[in-house]
């Protein structure tokens, strides 16, 4: 049976401000359904890195704040810390930025709690048992909570295709060890001519993984005063990435894992294991706005390229995100975005990555029985104002 995918339009009037538009679509799609009264309830979503413009505002994110006080939950705004070294790599630098880009309580209406704790290492192995992973790493925070409703801005992603609901829950509500573990085969890659060889690393591997050895001969340096090097033990490295962010050089790296299909699969296991327990008690809601052609983690947003077209919401995060790639391929595009031109683009997604099967991320999470691609779209209000 098809999943049904609630919409509303961007127009607004006078009786119609977007606030109330986001709060009667929240609800039409079943918000009171999946809360229990006094139950915790983790709005999952992205506070946007220092620099980036594209993320969903706050002012939207109070509405459904607003309708989950009065259905009787205890909401908070969460996010996940990143792998990378950017602008919220540990809690501390995450909350700066999320404050910094407009996440203050009284905008937002809700505490924010980083979910996976200080530095990425509060999480739980959830049990999964499919194809990449037989437990994931989530967030703590996460796994607690009664329910979650997950607010993700839809746009492009230069790994995974596009980035929606499945990815907003499938990479972001997963610890730092459950990044590492999608994104690369679990190693940091080291960039010999940056390592000076101080040792900062070693001090922060719990697992014994690193040493610091002599540089041997003809290995690139950063000068050739610096005899000493980083080595790092693949068999004793859990991938949990603390020593990226210790190394003040970027000398260690994410090991971007190429295999883009594997790391869309990977992503969907996830997504599966993050709603683990909570699948009758999950609501996913796609910002269709400001549609950029990368992925929000980037320090820059680039221009849309597509129109602003509407915010959906479904139970069902497979047929939300089937529905918003069908939206974004039907809107014509911006010739003053990186589609430029007259053509036109059916494939808005491999028309900016042609090698990316972004497919491949709906296919598999409809496997992992996560929702089914196959939906009915409901307007709520048309283009009433
Ligand atoms: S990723 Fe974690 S386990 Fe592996 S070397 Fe770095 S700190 Fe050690
Ligand atoms: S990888 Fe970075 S922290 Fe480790 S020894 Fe080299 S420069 Fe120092």
Redesign the pocket.
């Known amino acids: 049976m098809a999943s049904q995918v609630y919409f509303t339009s961007l127009r607004t009037g006078y009786r119609n401000s977007l606030p109330t538009k986001i709060q009667r679509l929240a609800l039409a799609a079943g918000l009171e359904d999946i809360v229990r009264k006094g139950g915790l309830t983790a709005v999952k979503l992205h506070f946007g890195e220092k620099g980036g413009t594209a993320f969903i505002r706050p002012v939207l994110v109070r509405p459904v704040v607003d309708a989950l006080l009065q259905a009787g939950a205890r909401p908070f705004i969460t996010d996940t810390g990143t792998l990378y070294v950017g602008s919220r790599g540990n809690a501390v630098d995450h909350l700066n930025t999320a404050i910094l880009n407009g996440f203050a309580y009284p905008v937002a209406g809700a505490p924010l709690i980083i979910a996976d704790g200080l530095d990425g290492g509060d999480e739980v192995a959830v049990p999964v048992n499919l194809k990449h992973f037989r437990e994931v790493m989530i967030a703590s925070a996460i796994v607690r909570a009664d329910s979650m409703v997950s607010l993700a801005h839809f746009k492009l992603h230069d790994a995974a295709g596009f980035g929606g609901a499945i990815k907003n829950i499938g990479m972001g509500a997963a610890s730092r060890k459950g990044k590492m573990a999608q994104h690369s085969e679990v190693a940091p890659k080291?960039v010999n001519k940056?390592?000076?060889?101080?040792?900062?690393?070693?001090e922060q591997c719990a697992h014994g993984a690193i040493s610091?050895v002599e540089r041997q001969a003809g290995l690139a340096a950063p000068s050739p005063s610096v005899s000493k090097v980083?080595q790092i033990d693949r068999k004793l490295c859990v991938g949990c990435a603390q020593?990226i962010h210790?190394?003040?050089?970027g000398?260690?790296t994410i090991d971007w894992d190429t295999d883009f299909p594997k790391l869309m699969e990977k992503i969907a296991e996830y997504a599966a294991g993050a709603i683990k327990g909570k699948e009758k008690r999950s609501l996913f809601i796609n910002f269709l706005t400001q549609i950029s052609p990368a992925c929000d983690c980037y320090p820059f947003s680039d221009a849309p390229i597509v129109g602003d077209i509407g915010i959906a919401a479904s139970k069902d995060p497979v047929a939300l995100d089937q529905a918003c790639v069908d939206l974004l391929n039907k809107s014509p595009h911006l010739p003053s975005s990186c589609l430029k031109g007259q053509e036109h683009y059916p494939d808005k997604i491999r028309a900016v990555y042609p090698k990316l099967d972004w497919e491949r991320q709906l296919i598999h999470a409809e496997e992992v029985g996560l929702g089914a691609r196959d939906y009915e779209l409901v307007e709520i209000e048309g283009n009433k104002r």
């Open positions: 080291i940056k390592c000076i060889g101080c040792g900062l690393c070693v610091i980083v020593c210790a190394c003040q050089q000398a260690l």
